[in-house]
């Protein structure tokens, strides 16, 4: 479900440099789509001449783009950059970066994202629950909810994560039972509990770590 909004073309914020051979069609392409009001406003940062801006902001390379939230490393088509506006500000969007960042290794960046803004963590759960989820992302999402591990935010997702301890896919359902137990909530059990006698053994298995874990 998307985020509330009122359609308000998002702003953007783009990092150059004068030697970048990336940045100039880069530059074009927010030009021509702030022209056309698909973006709101365009600031460029010439990181050469304000190399505090790009340090306060996290830059280390260049092109840099924010979207909204999203924030896009190296070169992007106009199109690409058109796709990412329009995603910006919803649930679906925040998902998509979440597994562009997964998927290639960008771990703390994730991490930061869901600390900051609580819609990024029901968008890294809609990215569980898709059995079409990549296996680097997966990984990903792995190592934040371990991260989270005990959290308020984790426990929040207690009757969400019991829930898809019912999901079709035996993977999805041993999953949901790892991060049950990981978020440390005493009423993850009573979603825990059927699971001891769900047909996959290894569902079985986590589940009964899981509940071992809320116990102790």
């Known amino acids: 479900m998307d985020r509330p909004g009122n359609n308000t073309p998002p702003d953007a914020l783009m990092f150059l440099g004068t030697r970048c051979p990336h940045c100039p069609s880069v530059l ?44 896009l490393e190296g070169l992007r088509s106009e199109k690409e950059l058109r796709e990412w506006a329009a995603k910006a500000g919803t ?5 998509a970066w979440l ?22 963590l029901d968008a890294l759960l809609m990215l569980f629950a898709d059995p079409e989820t990549q296996l680097n992302t997966r990984i990903g999402i792995s190592a934040i909810m371990e991260d ?15 829930r898809l301890t019912r999901h079709r896919e035996a993977r999805i359902r041993g999953d949901a039972c790892h991060y049950l137990g990981l978020a440390g909530d005493p009423a993850a059990v009573e979603y825990l509990r059927p699971c001891l006698q769900d047909p996959d053994a290894e569902v079985r298995e986590v589940a009964e770590e899981a509940l071992q874990a809320l116990q102790d």
Do not use: F
């Open 28 to 71: 074009n392409a927010l030009a021509t789509m702030l022209k056309a009001g698909v973006i709101g406003t365009l600031r460029a940062v010439n990181i050469e001449q304000h190399p505090e801006i790009a340090q306060e902001t996290g830059v280390r390379g260049v092109p840099w783009v924010r979207i909204g939230t999203i924030e």
């Open 148 to 162: 989270l591990a005990g959290s308020g935010q984790l426990q929040g997702l207690t009757q969400r994560l019991g």
């Open 99 to 120: 597994d562009e960042l997964l998927s290639t290794g960008g771990i703390d960046r994730a991490l930061a994202l869901i600390r900051s803004d609580t819609d990024a």
């Open 91 to 95: 649930t679906a969007g925040l998902g």
